[in-house]
C-alpha cells in the first residue's frame, strides 16, 4: 500500500492559519472515516493530534481542526504558535488489518 | 497514566539477531492491540504490524511480512520486535504504540523508540 500524499513543508507566521493535506485512495482515505494526524517534534515521539478525522484527543488545543472530502483529509492549525512548529503526519485505516501513513509535511511558524 | 517503555538503543552487526522490547503500565495491556513502526533516518512513518496480546494475534503489513517477527508476553505487559538475521537497511527508529480501543482508529499512545544501528 503506497504512502498517502502530504506536501514536504507548510509555513505561516504566529497567529496564522496553516492547512495540511493528506490525500490517499478509495481504499483508505476515502473509504474510512479512520484518519488520524500526529505531530512529532525533532528528537521524539509522535503524539496524536486528531482521530477519527475530526476528534481531538484530551489536552490537544482546539487550534488543532480535522476534515475530510472525498480521498483527502486536512489538519488545519488556527492561530500558529512557536510550538506548532514540527513534522506532522496523516494516517488512515486500510482495510485487511493494514495501516497507511502520510509523507509527512514540515511545518514552520516564519 | 498510559505509558509504553522501549528498551534502549542498540549497534549489531550485518546478520546478527536482536529483540526489542515495549513495556505498556497505566492500562490493562491484554485489551488494546500493540503495533511498531519504523521510522528509517530523515524518513518518514510506516506501519509494520500489530499483535493482540490478548491472544497474540497478529498481523503484518506485507512490506515487513518474514523479515521480523512480532510477539508479546502479557504476564509482564511486554511487547517484542525481532530479527534472526539484521540488514543494514534495518537500522531506523522503531516505536511501539498503543492501538485505541477501537483498533481501526490507529494509535494513541507512543512509546519513546528504540534506536537500531546495524554495521560491520
Known amino acids: 500500500q503506497s504512502a498517502l500524499t502530504q506536501p514536504p513543508s507548510a509555513s505561516g507566521s504566529p497567529g496564522q492559519s496553516v492547512t495540511i493535506s493528506c490525500t490517499g485512495t478509495?481504499?483508505?482515505?476515502?473509504?474510512?472515516?479512520?484518519v488520524s494526524w500526529f505531530q512529532q517534534h525533532p528528537g521524539k515521539a509522535p503524539k496524536l493530534m486528531i482521530f477519527?478525522?475530526?476528534q481531538r484527543p484530551s489536552g490537544v488545543p482546539d487550534r488543532f481542526s480535522g476534515s475530510k472530502s472525498g480521498n483527502t483529509a486536512s489538519l488545519t492549525v488556527s492561530g500558529l504558535q512557536p510550538e506548532d512548529e514540527a513534522d506532522y503526519y496523516c494516517?488512515?485505516?486500510?482495510?485487511?488489518?493494514?495501516?497507511?501513513f502520510g509523507s509527512g509535511t514540515k511545518v514552520t511558524v516564519l | 497514566e498510559v505509558q509504553l517503555v522501549q528498551s534502549g538503543a542498540e549497534v549489531k552487526k550485518p546478520g546478527e539477531s536482536l529483540r526489542i522490547s515495549c513495556k505498556g503500565s497505566?492500562?490493562?495491556?491484554?485489551?488494546?492491540?500493540i503495533t511498531w513502526v519504523r521510522q528509517m533516518p530523515g524518513k518518514g512513518l510506516e506501519w509494520m504490524a500489530r499483535?493482540?496480546?490478548?491472544?497474540?494475534?497478529?498481523n503484518y503489513s506485507p512490506s515487513f511480512r518474514g523479515h521480523v517477527t512480532i510477539s508479546v508476553d502479557k504476564s509482564i505487559s511486554t511487547a517484542y520486535l525481532q530479527w534472526t538475521s539484521l540488514q543494514s537497511s534495518d537500522s531506523a527508529m522503531y516505536y511501539c504504540?498503543?492501538?485505541?480501543?477501537?483498533?481501526?482508529?490507529?494509535?494513541?499512545?507512543w512509546g519513546q523508540g528504540t534506536l537500531v544501528t546495524v554495521s560491520s
Open positions: 504504540a498503543r492501538l485505541q480501543d477501537l483498533t481501526v482508529a490507529g494509535p494513541d499512545y
Open positions: 497505566g492500562y490493562s495491556f491484554s485489551r488494546n492491540w
Open positions: 499483535i493482540d496480546p490478548s491472544d497474540s494475534y497478529t
Open positions: 478509495s481504499s483508505d482515505v476515502g473509504r474510512y472515516n479512520y
Open positions: 477519527e478525522v475530526t
Open positions: 494516517s488512515s485505516y486500510g482495510g485487511s488489518n493494514n495501516y497507511v
